[in-house]
């Protein structure tokens, strides 16, 4: 019997051999898809992250070294705007602090709970996904400076604070972030002038529209297209009120009960380099849970 | 050590690389947030050149790796590489390979098998893979970036002595 399977193995080395990889192959993906297997995907992020920072850091030094001439010239220019525009952020700053008093007494009045966050991390994203296959971001913060899964995570952009979407798994010094774009980040949100509520979520492309689902098709007429959409901070993951996008397209499909609008998110995700996690005021140990 | 041990580890050694520059250096030329799959360019070339054996081998070790370091379910790229290298390895010394017109076709059907095997993989385990999820698109533009890329990348690996054609095939 062992001379008839050594015999059976040495006349098939090469189907046998990748029968036994796609087994295992096979064994991998049903473990991990039950996410029994943990430690061995830490790790893996975590080396995986220490290479990705090598590689931007090597890049980068190389893209900053050639545009530094360049970038001094920007800089005089910037440094003029920027002058002219604290000039103006001095006057903006004396009558947000009329306008804080008003609220704070506003708020005392309605006793409103507080939802802004308080604390934020900020983080580089240095790589994104390995394959087009999937869309991760892939930052250089991790479990060591605070992150934790399920955070949610926002980005400048121009003047504009925008959504990027949420952290999906944390390593020690790096994590991925699950970006607005992916089909799997649902936001709970609502059209700011009109406040009428849906889900939104992304259509898998970087540059392409997010889908907003679940509003009343009774809104048509109040809502209309460039209306800013912002989180609701219904589901508790998301605070309330961070930009999401604005609407691109209105329609009222006929089989359905509701109206389907086409978002531009705010972030411009190709371009997107720096972002900020955010850490609830109200909880130690924030966002645990997922939706 | 045995000569295509060596070409695996070393296979296995340029995989992860080109892995590594897909998800850093590559995203500042993609097309529409798609870039082209230099993993996989590299590993059919090597198949055709030194067999199944070597091909899915390299294609699964490196494919493993790649699930370690990124959001896929461990198995999912080592199961695709390893089918494609194993595939491609079955054609070499059978099919001659050109400077130009092959590399190209060899990459737009490997795409698209990738594509076709990533989606029936993703259905069967429920995996969110959003690339492909209508197989259109996306996949088409990745189609024609790799299809640009290798006769170039094919061109410069064939400078390699470790990669040269096996005088007969191993095993």
Redesign the interface.
């Given at each position: 019997m062992p001379g008839l399977f050594e015999s059976f193995f040495s006349r098939h080395?090469?189907g046998a051999?990748?029968a036994g990889?796609?087994l295992?192959?096979?064994?991998?993906?049903?473990?991990?898809?039950r996410t029994i297997?943990v430690k061995?995907?830490e790790?893996?992020?975590s080396?995986?992250g220490f290479?990705?920072k090598g590689?931007?850091g090597f890049?980068n030094w190389f893209g900053d070294t050639a545009g530094s001439i360049g970038q001094l010239r920007a800089a005089r220019e910037e440094l003029a705007a920027a002058k002219e525009r604290l000039q103006q952020m001095d006057q903006e700053t004396r009558e947000n602090l009329e306008l804080k008093r008003q609220n704070a007494a506003l708020q005392a009045q309605l006793d409103f709970a507080q939802t802004l966050p308080a604390e934020r991390i900020s983080a580089e994203v240095?790589?994104?996904?390995?394959?087009?296959?999937?869309?991760?971001l892939?930052i250089n913060k991790g479990s060591r400076q605070g992150v934790k899964k399920g955070m949610p995570v926002v980005a400048w952009q121009g003047d504009i604070e925008g959504l990027v979407g949420k952290v999906?798994?944390v390593g020690p010094g790096s994590s991925?972030v699950l970006p607005l774009y992916?089909?799997?980040c649902i936001v709970s949100s609502r059209v700011d002038t009109t406040r009428d509520e849906g889900l939104v979520s992304?259509q898998?492309?970087?540059?392409g529209t997010l889908v907003m689902r679940y509003v009343k098709k009774i809104a048509k007429d109040k809502i209309s297209y460039g209306d800013l959409i912002v989180s609701s901070g219904l589901g508790g993951l998301y605070p309330k009120g961070i930009n999401v996008g604005r609407i691109r397209e209105i329609s009222a499909p006929a089989y359905d009960t509701s109206l389907v609008l086409q978002v531009q998110p705010i972030i411009s995700?190709?371009r997107l380099e720096y972002i900020f996690l955010l850490l609830p005021a109200s909880a130690a140990t924030p966002a645990e849970a997922t939706p | 050590m045995n000569r295509d041990l060596r070409t695996i580890i070393t296979t296995v050694i340029v995989l992860v690389v080109c892995i590594l520059l897909q998800s850093t250096l590559l995203t500042k030329i993609a097309i529409r947030g798609v870039r082209p799959d230099l993993a996989m360019l590299v590993l059919i070339f090597v198949s055709m050149r030194r067999g199944s054996m070597v091909g899915q081998v390299s294609g699964f070790a490196s494919g493993f790796l790649e699930d370690l370091m990124n959001v896929s379910p461990l198995g999912f790229h080592s199961l695709l590489r390893a089918v494609i290298g194993f595939l491609y390895g079955m054609l070499s010394g059978n099919v001659f390979i050109d400077p130009f017109l092959m590399p190209i076709i060899l990459a737009v059907v490997a795409t698209i098998l990738k594509g076709i095997l990533s989606g029936i993989v993703s259905a069967l385990f429920g995996i969110a893979a959003s690339g492909f999820i209508t197989f259109t698109g996306r996949i088409w533009i990745e189609v024609g970036y790799n299809g640009v890329i290798a006769p170039f990348l094919f061109a410069l690996l064939n400078l390699f002595r470790v990669f040269k054609q096996a005088d007969k095939e191993s095993g």
């Open positions: 080395r090469k051999t990748l990889l796609v295992v192959s096979l064994v991998c993906l049903l473990i991990s898809n297997v061995p995907k790790i893996g992020l080396v995986g290479f990705q590689f931007t890049f240095i790589a994104r996904d390995t394959d087009n296959l999937f869309s991760t892939t999906l798994s991925e992916d089909p799997q992304g898998g492309q970087d540059r995700f190709e | -």
